[in-house]
């Protein structure tokens, strides 16, 4: 079983489509987040969620709005995307707190190429 | 603010070869410190980490230790396999962060047979 997983891997889309991505884990971590890796690898956190609340929301546009439905999930909404949105997108998670390892887990990435 | 400073890619080796990437950060008070591999197409797994000054983490052959009076965390592995391609990535995370991760740049290492 993946331990973090993502739909979709890949999405190509024009400018102006809004866009979800799709993010799960089975490790019963309380924490999740989404970091951006733009074509240089640089990786950005942009949300994260601690049992369904928003506990870091970096300077992101307002295009993005995540929503966490329950602990072990945090989807990606993206409104009017934008050239510039074009990035792989990560979901990762962690259990955050008294039994913190510090360790962050990964899935695989969903790539969005806006045209 | 916190930040993570690592040697620009990419680095390219001979198999069997020593490989160093430098890692320097600023930090308030004491973060813990990691390495992240991501092999080509994959998504980013934690190779080692240090939590205080003076501990080193090691995993797969690779070694880091956690120098507080350098602020330095450097990656060193003594001799690299092809498999050990991949783009790297210094971290840090404070205590009061809720797990973020402030990433350095990433450095690409490329090791030919």
């Known amino acids: 079983d993946t331990a973090v997983s993502q739909t979709p891997k890949y999405l190509v889309t024009q400018m102006g489509n809004d866009k979800s991505i799709k993010c799960e884990q089975n490790l019963g971590h309380d924490t999740m987040y989404w970091y951006k890796q733009d074509s240089k690898k640089f990786l950005k956190i942009m949300f994260s969620?601690?049992?369904?609340?928003?506990?870091i929301n970096e300077t992101v546009p307002n295009r993005f709005s995540p929503k966490s439905p329950d602990k072990a999930h945090l989807n990606l909404h993206i409104n009017s995307l934008e050239l510039g949105d074009s990035a792989v997108y990560f979901c990762?998670?962690?259990?955050?707190?008294?039994?913190?390892?510090?360790?962050?887990?990964f899935g695989e990435g969903s790539r969005l190429t806006v045209l | 603010g916190n930040s993570v400073t690592q040697m620009e890619g990419p680095v390219t080796l001979s198999e069997e070869a020593f490989l160093t990437i430098n890692c320097t950060y600023t930090?308030?008070?004491?973060?813990?410190l990691f390495w992240y591999v991501q092999y080509p197409g994959e998504g980013l797994q934690l190779l080692l980490k240090a939590t205080k000054a003076d501990d080193k983490g090691s995993n797969k052959g690779f070694e880091a230790t956690y120098r507080k009076e350098t602020t330095s965390f450097h990656l060193e592995k003594g001799s690299v396999q092809v498999s050990d391609s991949a783009v790297y990535f210094c971290?840090?995370?404070?205590?009061?962060?809720?797990?973020?991760?402030?990433f350095g740049a990433g450095t690409q290492v490329v090791v030919t047979p």
């Open positions: 930090a308030t008070g004491y973060p813990s």
């Open positions: 971290a840090l995370m404070t205590t009061d962060s809720w797990g973020k991760l402030q």
């Open positions: 969620y601690n049992n369904k609340e928003l506990i």
């Open positions: 990762a998670s962690s259990q955050v707190g008294r039994r913190n390892t510090g360790e962050l887990f």
